[in-house]
């Protein structure tokens, strides 16, 4: 479709006129601009809901909101044009069947040993063996081979040595969906541990003998200890809720040396209602300080990144201070469980917050005890009462980590915002599916990528350049504040605006920092290799006896050596991200008028004439994007450099 | 009078000291007439606290039996808590401390009285002269020269005895101006934007009254800054409603048909006791150590602290918009012209003019548009979060113009060759000092007081290369742009440095900035080295070759 508009979000004046072409997999919309011929790619499986809006004089306008919380709005000329655009994109954004998906079609050109080589990036057993098992008190289990007692598990679970298949599958009867306890972390310094199963179907008063023994057989796996805590990590009234329905919670009269703890963190309805509050806030134009944190505060959000931080809190706590092991569910024990687990797992463990042991954890707590990935982020068309953001709230709560402990983490931002579009993406295999087990029926790793491959190869991207493996930081548990004001949870722009580039910092402390850090290691490779040539030089300076062209090889390498260098030394690749702002030409003959940013409150409370000269529809403006209007010309080392230019909301 | 009179206990031992983050100790309070110290008694690693008097903001007191409690509340918004034994000590001590932070005569401040150790390489008082700046000013343009109209401060009390003014106006013209402006603080120049000669202008509220008095000097002075055909924009700081309340009580507002070739844009920025309320509920919120978010939330959007920043910053991102954009003159003014509008000129120049995001740059822009401008520090920043006195003329004006420019900072953190703990020492030393600097509330009383004789310029203390190490940013990349903050409430944060700072441990956030340095010195040792052997080198093949041509 030709002669599209796309416009900017923050300003109503700011479109950019291009053509829209739908292909099998994306929707690409190229800038008409003759030199850049900027362009717009959205894979189908972003896409999370589109509007047809009331078409106006200027077209029809169609609304489409991204899984990645971007927004595109196009103006498409012809209703007729825009209704089939908008027919196809439902229907292409909703496959009904996983051979749909980008995954099956995306071949980055690897050959087939780069592609299991990729997928062995991330060994789970590799992972238990670095935790310290199997050993005396834990032990790998084949119960669940071929998925026989837990479809939802992988086939090898690692139980206490005590509990016998009997035991097992005994308590797996009395556990929703048969999710029995199992290990999700094993400290290897005191013997606590982190168990994960799902709720008790203890009604208002079943019990079971092998259940009771089973809790019984991870408190005896840490000697040191004579409790285990069982967090429930629903709200009270939610578990008491279940009881009615034959499920519910462990009773601490039926379990010996149990104490019985819930946390209070809501289920995925409330947090997908949270959400989406909060991104209506997100996508307020101009809003004022007072909407905006009212509107965040409304939403309850950063109140539920706090809960699941605070459970994770706990668990950390219990296992690193007191050495007491804790059994996590929920209601089936894949959701809130998982964010809880990964949560601990990652305060208390440093090799989690490196790049390769964050891959493990997600593989680890997510991917290999049954996410549903496809229910939650609705990569086929499925319920929509089953999605919910559940993993990127987990990835909100390493953020916020990383705010306070800087250090602490082998990787950046960027990475974490670049996981969170891949589990919607599907252009990678792993995140595919519900369980485990979907995932081997349908030969993944023989037909799809690993995106932890992908992202390996690219870490470099992904460095947090303040990490070092000997700092304090990366030591140990980390003790993060509880309360608010100590703690300060903050809402997360790069994330949640994160296609709002003029909202974010104009220069990246990382990227400066990591260039800083490359150009030093250029640096020390020629610091050595001139140290080298000293020494020859000196050498033969002594001898007396060279070939005459020797010398002249030598500048020319050294001018090479100082180019490279030069490079390294303008370490502003975050004028990439200024650029990106598509400058408008300026207006003409209405200099006078929309000279400035007037703002709603502004038309209001100034002069009339101002007002009714005014042209602005929406009353916003941004200050960027006009070049000076008088003054003579434009000054060279400006014009080059619109790096300066800013998106405001004035208001 | 005598310090001597007010300590009624010099001296108190096994006095217990708490505070946020350490653990207690015990050891001796000394009360001196401008300090509370407190040592404690460890001998291996013996603390010392000292507090000047002048940074107690309120203090409380409270008995158990007769272990007294005095809690101490300071006006860089740290709590301490001291647990003194006796009854009667505590209350001598309470009643000490309340009356040495009290002293309302300036010249029992502790500047007058404090001797420095360091010695002095440049004096902070003979920094930022005036004249300098209009020499600046004169190798660009001759439109403006340097008028001694204010010699004495007769004409305004509230103005430096010299302003920059347009060339073409006369002192007897001024004079005219300055009855019709409030406070006859009659249009000056603020900045002058070399790019494409625009400038901007501060000033205070004309005296048009309800009859629409006009003054045709003050119409000539501001004109005067227009180029042919051109027009130029006043910033009044006041909404519209405001300023034509104002016309009640004998101020107002420029009108168009009086100044045609001016268009006027309305800002709303609060001042005063909305200000101080604003602040006092933001500290209160930050020091509610409950677990609760929406309770957090709640508080810090009802404190409106934000909102005022991003008020204060959305007018100057327009004025700068105005002359760097718009190529237009600008004058900005509210009531007085000594707080809002000073917020703006001097943010403004933030984001214009690369000079003032030096360190000496943004020094002499304090000096410039806020002490010589005549911003009543003294009345300002007498009292901060804690204070119960609620009079009308305390207000963190200041505070809030840092708090925008670590708002853009944090997203200019290249740009910018300061950081954040040097905008944190100038809040301190606004409001308690050893230093002179911020004491009175304009030149004219500093004159009186004979401040620059009778004590230390904070800039002498600062400007040395030990102090400086602590402030300097070593991510600085000058950056000759203009720099646009966003002012989107997404965008603004919380300025944790200074209003979470004794709320939480700042260790991790520490280390991460020396890791920051460290990262840095690295790469300039590495490139010295570098610099170096290629230099040798360089030497070394010269020697060869002209060995060789022998």
């Keep these: 479709v030709e002669n599209v508009r796309l416009l900017d979000r923050l300003s109503s004046r700011k479109a950019a006129l291009g053509t829209l072409y739908l292909t099998a997999t994306h929707v690409i919309f190229v800038e008409n601009g003759s030199e850049t011929r900027k362009e717009t790619w959205v894979l189908h499986s972003q896409i999370s809901s589109i509007e047809k809006q009331a078409t106006t004089a200027t077209g029809c306008p169609l609304l489409i909101r991204c899984k990645n919380f971007?927004?595109?709005?196009?103006?498409?000329?012809?209703?007729?044009?825009?209704?089939?655009?908008?027919?196809?994109?439902?229907?292409?954004?909703?496959?009904?069947?996983?051979?749909?998906?980008?995954?099956?079609?995306?071949?980055?050109?690897?050959?087939?040993?780069?592609?299991?080589?990729?997928?062995?990036?991330?060994?789970?057993?590799?992972?238990?063996?670095?935790?310290?098992?199997?050993?005396?008190?834990?032990?790998?289990?084949?119960?669940?081979?071929?998925?026989?007692?837990?479809?939802?598990?992988?086939?090898?679970?690692?139980?206490?040595?005590?509990?016998?298949?009997?035991?097992?599958?005994?308590?797996?009867?009395?556990?929703?969906?048969?999710?029995?306890?199992?290990?999700?972390?094993?400290?290897?310094?005191?013997?606590?541990?982190?168990?994960?199963?799902?709720?008790?179907?203890?009604?208002?008063?079943?019990r079971c003998l092998e259940d009771e023994q089973m809790l019984q057989a991870i408190r005896k796996a840490n000697p040191g200890s004579d409790f285990i805590y069982v967090v429930d990590t629903r709200p009270k009234l939610n578990a008491m809720a279940n009881r009615a329905a034959g499920k519910g919670y462990e009773n601490e009269d039926n379990y010996s040396n149990i104490k019985f703890q819930f946390i209070g963190i809501e289920n995925i309805h409330v947090m997908r209602n949270s959400l989406q509050k909060m991104l209506e806030v997100c996508e307020l134009k101009s809003p004022s300080m007072s909407d905006f944190l009212w509107g965040?505060?409304?939403?309850?959000?950063?109140?539920?990144?706090?809960?699941?931080?605070?459970?994770?809190?706990?668990?950390?706590?219990?296992?690193?201070?007191?050495?007491?092991?804790?059994?996590?569910?929920?209601?089936?024990?894949?959701?809130?469980?998982?964010?809880?687990?990964?949560?601990?797992?990652?305060?208390?463990?440093?090799?989690?917050?490196?790049?390769?042991?964050?891959?493990?954890?997600?593989?680890?707590?997510?991917?290999?005890?049954?996410?549903?990935?496809?229910h939650r982020y609705g990569n086929l068309d499925g319920d929509p009462k089953e999605i919910s953001p559940v993993i990127d709230q987990f990835i909100e709560c390493v953020w916020q980590l990383m705010e306070q402990f800087p250090c602490a983490f082998e990787f950046n931002e960027r990475f974490l915002i670049h996981i969170q579009h891949h589990i919607y993406s599907c252009q990678f295999g792993n995140f595919l599916c519900n369980s485990p087990k979907e995932r081997q029926e349908l030969k993944i790793q023989e037909r799809t990528y690993s995106l932890w491959a992908h992202l390996w190869k690219n870490r470099a991207d992904y460095l947090n350049p303040l990490y070092r493996s000997d700092h304090s930081q990366t030591q140990g548990t980390l003790h993060p504040q509880m309360a608010p004001c100590n703690f300060l949870y903050k809402f997360w722009s790069g994330m949640y605006n994160r296609f709002e580039k003029g909202l974010h910092p104009r220069q990246s402390v990382t990227d400066y920092l990591m260039a800083v850090k490359e150009e030093t290691q250029q640096l020390e490779e020629e610091l050595e290799v001139l140290g080298e040539r000293l020494a020859n030089l000196q050498k033969s300076q002594l001898n007396d006896n060279k070939v005459k062209s020797k010398p002249q090889d030598r500048s020319k390498q050294l001018g090479l050596s100082t180019s490279n260098n030069s490079l390294a030394n303008t370490p502003q690749e975050y004028s990439n991200d200024l650029k990106s702002f598509p400058s408008r030409s300026p207006s003409q003959g209405d200099e006078e008028d929309s000279a400035l940013i007037l703002t709603q409150d502004n038309l209001k409370s100034s002069d009339p004439d101002l007002s009714a000269n005014s042209d602005q529809e929406s009353g916003v403006e941004d200050l960027s994007c006009r070049s000076p209007s008088g003054g003579g010309c434009l000054p060279s080392e400006d014009s080059g450099k619109d790096s300066d230019e800013a998106v405001f909301l004035a208001v | 009078m005598e310090f001597a009179e007010l300590i009624k206990t010099p001296r108190a031992d096994n006095v217990v000291l708490h505070r946020p983050f350490y653990l207690a100790v015990e050891g001796t309070l000394c009360l001196t007439g401008h300090h509370l110290i407190f040592s404690s008694r460890r001998q291996d690693n013996a603390e010392e606290l000292w507090l000047l008097h002048s940074n107690i903001d309120s203090i409380e007191k409270r008995f158990v039996g007769s272990l007294g409690t005095i809690i101490i509340k300071c006006k860089d918004l740290r709590?301490?808590?001291?647990?003194?034994?006796?009854?009667?000590?505590?209350?001598?001590?309470?009643?000490?401390?309340?009356?040495?932070?009290?002293?309302?005569?300036?010249?029992?401040?502790?500047?007058?009285?404090?001797?420095?150790?360091?010695?002095?390489?440049?004096?902070?008082?003979?920094?930022?002269?005036?004249?300098?700046?209009?020499?600046?000013?004169?190798?660009?343009?001759?439109?403006?020269?340097?008028?001694?109209?204010?010699?004495?401060?007769?004409?305004?009390?509230?103005?430096?005895?010299?302003?920059?003014?347009?060339?073409?106006?006369?002192?007897?013209?001024?004079?005219?101006?300055?009855?019709?402006?409030?406070?006859?603080?009659?249009?000056?120049?603020?900045?002058?934007?070399?790019?494409?000669?625009?400038?901007?202008?501060?000033?205070?509220?004309?005296?048009?009254g309800t009859n629409g008095r006009r003054c045709k000097e003050d119409e000539k002075l501001i004109n005067a800054t227009l180029r042919p055909g051109k027009r130029g924009y006043i910033i009044d700081t006041r909404s519209l409603n405001v300023a034509q309340q104002a016309r009640a009580k004998g101020g107002g507002f420029e009108q168009e048909a009086h100044y045609p070739q001016w268009r006027r844009i309305h800002k709303c920025i609060e001042r005063f006791n909305i200000l101080q309320e604003s602040l006092i509920k933001l500290v209160e919120a930050c020091n509610d150590q409950s677990h609760n978010m929406d309770r957090w939330l709640s508080k810090l959007e009802a404190s409106n602290w934000l909102t005022h920043v991003k008020e204060i910053l959305t007018a100057a991102c327009l004025a700068a918009q105005c002359i760097d954009r718009e190529g237009a003159s600008v004058l900005v003014h509210g009531t007085e012209g000594t707080d809002s509008t000073l917020q703006v000129t001097s943010l403004?120049?933030?984001?214009?003019?690369?000079?003032?995001?030096?360190?000496?740059?943004?020094?002499?822009?304090?000096?410039?548009?806020?002490?010589?401008?005549?911003?009543?520090?003294?009345?300002?920043?007498?009292?901060?979060?804690?204070?119960?006195?609620?009079?009308?003329?305390?207000?963190?004006?200041?505070?809030l113009f840092l708090d925008c420019v670590w708002q853009i900072l944090r997203q200019f953190p290249c740009s910018f060759e300061f950081n954040e703990q040097f905008l944190i020492m100038l809040f301190e030393h606004a409001y308690a000092s050893q230093f002179g600097t911020f004491l009175g509330n304009n030149e004219n009383e500093r004159s009186k007081l004979k401040l620059p004789q009778k004590t230390m310029s904070l800039w002498s203390w600062v400007n040395r290369s030990e102090e400086l190490s602590k402030f300097q940013n070593p991510l600085f990349e000058a950056n000759s742009l203009v720099i646009w903050p966003s002012v989107a409430p997404q965008s603004l944060q919380l300025w944790e440095g200074v209003f979470l700072r004794w709320n939480?441990?700042?260790?991790?956030?520490?280390?991460?900035?020396?890791?920051?340095?460290?990262?840095?010195?690295?790469?300039?040792?590495?490139?010295?080295?570098?610099?170096?052997?290629?230099?040798?080198l360089a030497q070394l093949q010269t020697a060869d070759r002209m060995q060789e041509n022998l």
């Design chain 1, 70 to 206: 971007q927004v595109i709005q196009l103006v498409i000329p012809q209703e007729r044009d825009c209704h089939d655009v908008y027919i196809s994109l439902i229907r292409l954004a909703r496959p009904v069947k996983y051979e749909e998906l980008y995954c099956f079609s995306f071949n980055p050109k690897l050959d087939k040993e780069e592609r299991e080589q990729g997928w062995k990036l991330v060994d789970l057993n590799e992972e238990y063996n670095r935790m310290g098992i199997p050993n005396n008190y834990w032990q790998i289990s084949d119960v669940n081979r071929d998925y026989g007692v837990c479809d939802s598990y992988p086939t090898e679970v690692y139980v206490p040595k005590s509990a016998t298949a009997h035991i097992i599958v005994g308590s797996s009867k009395f556990r929703s969906r048969r999710r029995f306890p199992a290990l999700s972390y094993y400290c290897k310094d005191n013997n606590a541990s982190i168990c994960r199963s799902s709720q008790p179907l203890s009604g208002f008063s079943a």
């Design chain 1, 296 to 374: 965040l505060e409304n939403s309850g959000w950063l109140k539920h990144i706090k809960a699941i931080m605070d459970a994770g809190i706990f668990i950390a706590k219990a296992v690193a201070e007191e050495g007491v092991s804790v059994l996590v569910h929920c209601s089936d024990g894949w959701d809130r469980t998982a964010q809880v687990c990964s949560v601990a797992s990652l305060l208390l463990d440093p090799y989690y917050r490196t790049m390769k042991g964050f891959m493990v954890l997600i593989e680890k707590d997510w991917v290999s005890f049954g996410h549903k990935f496809n």
């Design chain 2, 79 to 208: 709590i301490i808590q001291l647990d003194i034994p006796g009854m009667e000590e505590c209350l001598n001590i309470a009643s000490s401390i309340e009356a040495l932070s009290t002293l309302d005569s300036v010249t029992l401040m502790y500047p007058f009285f404090y001797r420095p150790m360091f010695e002095i390489v440049e004096d902070g008082w003979r920094c930022f002269l005036p004249d300098e700046e209009f020499e600046l000013l004169s190798s660009v343009t001759d439109e403006w020269r340097l008028s001694c109209i204010n010699k004495e401060f007769s004409v305004c009390p509230s103005y430096p005895p010299v302003v920059i003014v347009p060339k073409s106006i006369d002192d007897e013209a001024l004079r005219k101006v300055a009855m019709f402006r409030h406070g006859s603080r009659f249009p000056v120049l603020s900045y002058y934007h070399k790019k494409n000669g625009m400038v901007m202008m501060r000033s205070s509220q004309p005296l048009t």
């Design chain 2, 348 to 399: 403004a120049q933030i984001i214009l003019d690369p000079r003032c995001r030096t360190i000496r740059g943004f020094e002499s822009l304090v000096v410039r548009e806020w002490l010589q401008a005549g911003h009543p520090f003294q009345q300002r920043c007498a009292q901060s979060a804690y204070s119960n006195s609620k009079q009308k003329w305390e207000a963190p004006v200041f505070l």
């Design chain 2, 504 to 536: 939480r441990p700042s260790k991790f956030l520490d280390e991460a900035h020396e890791e920051m340095i460290n990262i840095i010195k690295y790469n300039k040792e590495l490139q010295a080295k570098v610099n170096a052997l290629r230099r040798q």
